[in-house]
């Protein structure tokens, strides 16, 4: 059975692989976005993002729970710790810095091998593809974190949020958490094994063919 890896060390190269240092993604009107991790001194960014959330956005993603953005509350939001919980960014350059304009998430949770995802895009730019890139970039993490499983609890009547995710794979499960909420949920395909590298001096001696005698 694969494990999810225990070293913090592995599991934030795994983030920064998933996103490519960071991975640049060009929105549906034209806008250079990138993706990359959430980091501690994104505090403000964050603050922020979260500051210009429509009431029912924020209602969405946080709940009850980030009341009015207190640096306290920030602070914990970014400071994930890149093996169970990851944070994804999606950004814009700005002349002086970047604004943040979408985040995805998941925490490690039960059953093992399962993380629960949370998401959310600028009012200002929903329907530009910045929620399928996050998604996408989300998914990989979980691969190379060895996750098999991701699932994210909706308001059944949040359709808006059911149609992107069964439009990313979700399927939603016969057995809900309740209380108005559905779960959906999507497997997490391992990645195929890399061919074992050679060493070099085998390469060598493989280019250098049998006419060479070996010392
Ligand atoms: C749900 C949400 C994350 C989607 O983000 P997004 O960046 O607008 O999504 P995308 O542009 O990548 O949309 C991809 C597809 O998802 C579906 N979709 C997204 N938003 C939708 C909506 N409000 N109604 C219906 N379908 C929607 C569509 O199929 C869309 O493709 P289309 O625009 O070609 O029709 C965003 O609306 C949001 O942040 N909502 C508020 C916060 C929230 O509800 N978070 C979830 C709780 S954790």
Redesign the pocket.
Known sequence: MRQVPTSPAVAIAASLRAVGHPRSATL?NGAPARIRPLRTEDAQRFGAFVGQ??E???G??FHAGIGDCEPAALQQLVSVDGVRQVALVATLPLVDGEALI?E?RYWVGEPPGSAE???????A???????????DCLLEAARDAGLRRLY?D?LAS????I??LH??GFQTCAQGPGGGLLRLERGVAPRPPQPERRPLGALRRWLAGPFVPRP
């Not at 995802?117 to 009012?123: E, H, K, R, T």
């Not at 730019?125 to 998604?135: E, S």
């Not at 949040?158 to 949020?161: C, D, F, I, Q, R």
Request: glycine fraction near 16%.
């Open positions: 549906r959330l429509s029912g956005s924020r969405c993603r979408g995805a995802l949370a998401i959310a895009v600028a009012d730019w929903q329907r530009q593809g910045v929620a399928d890139h996050l998604i994210g909706v949040h359709t808006g949020l149609g992107f439009r990313m």
